[in-house]
């Protein structure tokens, strides 16, 4: 027996394939897996030599136990006319040299061959970095309020003070600890000082003064440092207040730091401010970093509270956070997988060793195995565009000048306990030019299999990343982070 198909069955079944064809045609492509980038409305805008003050207008709030600050990039507190070209490129260039030297660093750590240059005059090797960090927030010390740079690579916090024996140009005054009361000096053979060691790298050296007071140095890979004493004072964070914070005062500072008053330190070590203040906050925090294309754009950095502080669109979802003995100041994860444009990735290189999750490094490493792999999907799945040359770490470029918008295949990060992170579209693709005719895959390849794997901040952007460190677990959810 032949059933016959009524003609408006049959025009039910067609009907979705026909609006198909007919979006095709007129341009409209909406593909699963893929999300439209729309290039034109990307707004490239120079940032006027405005003199005005960094801190003027940071906001802060306090929500359920939560002290919420304003996140901006850093070029927000620079006050230079800025070259949009040059500085995207110039942030590649010295992204490499950051890198470079924090897989020198870590492999001294690992072997345990760390150089101590606390003594030397000209910084060499080892320390914590800052060439390249882009997120700065605004505290209070001793009743001033100073913009510093986020940084959970780092630990020790430090700001630039009076009477300084050789200081960069920043936006805002010096502090001054000689006119706060709160102020005080960390001894020399004191626990604090011995912690330095640990937290930078660098041991603490005795002063000349009676009693002797304890100096401390941090080296840059770059030949940057802050060098200075240990001091205690009065923190401000939004509402919160923490009394005897341990900090570097800095006379001795050499760096292109973007005019901020000096370093917050969100790394693991005794001396970082997660610890300094887990007693009122519970050794949480976490972050939404804005996108970098506007500098005036606003994240935020939450310390303490829980979820229902966030303003997350998707669910968080944890990872646990993988112990190591010798890097033990780092944020390590467990990458378990990648898909791109809903396509799972094979390679070797997945679950081994771990991957740091960095606010300081701009542009995710991959190891070679994972990266080729990802590469050649990509190039799959974004085809028919006319290619350019790649630029310094970036080697899969495109000119898309003349399109107004194109279908980016999404990339999916994925860890240990199904937590997955889902970058944004903005950090998928790098512009080298802003006219887009020049175009990059925003990821990039370590030189060895053996060297460990860095997310960068590029592709953590509108997302909650939430450090858990009393639990020891990290979780991911997408945010819009372009207002507080």
Same mark, same amino acid.
């Given at each position: 027996?032949?059933?016959?198909?009524?003609?408006?069955?049959?025009?039910?079944?067609?009907?979705?394939?026909?609006?198909?064809?007919?979006?095709?045609?007129?341009?409209?492509?909406?593909?699963?897996?893929?999300?439209?980038?729309?290039?034109?409305?990307?707004?490239?805008?120079?940032?006027?030599?405005?003199?005005?003050?960094?801190?003027?207008?940071?906001?802060?709030?306090?929500?359920?136990?939560?002290?919420?600050?304003?996140?901006?990039?850093?070029?927000?507190?620079?006050?230079?006319?800025?070259?949009?070209?040059?500085?995207?490129?110039?942030?590649?260039?010295?992204?490499?040299?950051?890198?470079?030297?924090?897989?020198?660093? /870590?492999?001294?750590?690992?072997?345990?061959?760390?150089?101590?240059?606390?003594?030397?005059? &000209?910084?060499?090797?080892?320390?914590?970095?800052?060439?390249?960090?882009?997120?700065?927030?605004?505290?209070?010390?001793?009743?001033?309020?100073?913009?510093?740079?986020?940084?959970?690579?780092?630990?020790?916090?430090?700001?630039?003070?009076?009477?300084?024996?050789?200081?960069?140009?920043?936006?805002?005054?010096?502090?001054?600890?000689? &006119?706060?009361?709160?102020?005080?000096?960390?001894?020399?053979?004191?626990?604090?000082?011995?912690?330095?060691?640990?937290?930078?790298?660098?041991?603490?050296?005795?002063?000349?003064?009676?009693? !002797?007071?304890?100096?401390?140095? #941090?080296?840059?890979?770059?030949?940057?440092?802050?060098?200075?004493?240990?001091?205690?004072?009065?923190?401000?964070?939004?509402?919160?207040?923490?009394?005897?914070? /341990?900090?570097?005062?800095?006379?001795?500072?050499?760096?292109?730091?973007?005019?901020?008053?000096?370093?917050?330190?969100?790394?693991?070590?005794?001396?970082?401010?997660?610890?300094?203040?887990?007693?009122?906050?519970?050794?949480?925090?976490?972050?939404?970093?804005?996108?970098?294309?506007?500098?005036?754009?606003?994240?935020?950095?939450?310390?303490?509270?829980?979820?229902?502080?966030?303003?997350?669109?998707?669910?968080?979802?944890?990872?646990?956070?993988?112990?190591? !003995?010798?890097?033990?100041?780092?944020?390590?994860?467990?990458?378990?997988? /990648?898909?791109?444009?809903?396509?799972?990735?094979?390679?070797?290189?997945?679950?081994?060793?771990?991957?740091? /999750?960095?606010?300081?490094?701009?542009?995710?490493?991959?190891?070679?195995?994972?990266?080729?792999?990802?590469?050649?999907?990509?190039?799959?799945?974004?085809?028919?565009?006319?290619?350019? !040359?790649?630029?310094?770490?970036?080697?899969?470029?495109?000119?898309?000048?003349?399109?107004?918008?194109?279908?980016?295949?999404?990339?999916?990060?994925?860890?240990?306990?199904?937590?997955?992170?889902?970058?944004?579209?903005?950090?998928?693709?790098?512009? #080298?030019?802003?006219?887009?005719?020049?175009?990059?895959?925003?990821?990039?390849?370590?030189?060895?299999?053996?060297?460990?794997?860095?997310?960068?901040?590029?592709?953590?952007?509108?997302?909650?990343?939430?450090?858990?460190?009393?639990?020891?677990?990290?979780?991911?959810?997408?945010?819009?982070?372009?207002?507080?």
């Amino acid at each position: 027996m032949v059933t016959k198909v009524k003609p408006l069955t049959i025009l039910s079944l067609l009907l979705p394939f026909m609006v198909s064809l007919f979006f095709l045609a007129k341009g409209a492509h909406c593909f699963e897996g893929k999300k439209k980038l729309h290039l034109h409305k990307l707004q490239w805008r120079q940032k006027s030599g405005s003199s005005s003050s960094c801190v003027s207008h940071q906001k802060s709030r306090i929500e359920m136990g939560a002290i919420t600050l304003e996140l901006k990039h850093k070029n927000y507190c620079s006050g230079k006319m800025v070259d949009w070209n040059e500085q995207q490129q110039n942030r590649l260039i010295l992204d490499n040299l950051h890198v470079q030297y924090l897989q020198s660093r /870590i492999k001294n750590m690992i072997s345990g061959n760390i150089k101590d240059v606390s003594n030397t005059e &000209i910084p060499l090797t080892c320390g914590i970095r800052l060439q390249t960090l882009n997120y700065i927030a605004t505290i209070e010390l001793g009743s001033r309020n100073m913009t510093v740079i986020v940084d959970t690579g780092s630990d020790l916090t430090w700001v630039q003070c009076q009477p300084c024996k050789s200081c960069y140009n920043q936006q805002d005054p010096v502090f001054d600890p000689s &006119i706060s009361p709160s102020y005080q000096k960390v001894l020399c053979n004191s626990s604090t000082c011995h912690a330095l060691k640990f937290a930078t790298g660098n041991s603490g050296v005795c002063s000349s003064s009676s009693p !002797p007071d304890c100096n401390y140095f #941090v080296s840059y890979g770059d030949g940057s440092y802050t060098r200075g004493e240990l001091g205690r004072e009065h923190l401000g964070l939004g509402k919160a207040s923490v009394n005897d914070f /341990i900090f570097g005062c800095g006379r001795n500072n050499k760096g292109l730091f973007g005019g901020v008053s000096g370093l917050m330190g969100l790394g693991r070590s005794d001396l970082s401010l997660v610890s300094q203040t887990s007693e009122i906050f519970g050794g949480l925090f976490s972050y939404c970093l804005p996108s970098t294309q506007d500098a005036g754009a606003s994240g935020s950095l939450i310390l303490g509270g829980n979820s229902s502080v966030f303003k997350n669109s998707t669910p968080i979802t944890y990872t646990k956070m993988i112990p190591n !003995p010798q890097l033990a100041t780092f944020y390590i994860l467990n990458l378990t997988g /990648i898909s791109i444009g809903g396509k799972q990735l094979q390679a070797s290189g997945f679950a081994k060793g771990g991957i740091l /999750i960095d606010s300081g490094t701009v542009i995710t490493r991959l190891p070679p195995s994972i990266y080729s792999a990802l590469k050649a999907e990509f190039l799959k799945q974004f085809s028919g565009f006319p290619s350019a !040359p790649g630029f310094s770490i970036l080697d899969t470029c495109f000119n898309l000048s003349a399109y107004q918008e194109v279908n980016i295949p999404l990339v999916k990060m994925e860890f240990e306990g199904n937590a997955e992170m889902t970058v944004d579209v903005t950090g998928i693709v790098y512009f #080298v030019k802003s006219d887009a005719s020049q175009v990059c895959l925003a990821l990039a390849s370590l030189s060895y299999e053996d060297e460990t794997g860095i997310i960068g901040n590029y592709q953590q952007k509108n997302q909650r990343v939430i450090y858990d460190t009393k639990n020891s677990q990290l979780g991911f959810a997408g945010e819009d982070c372009s207002s507080m």
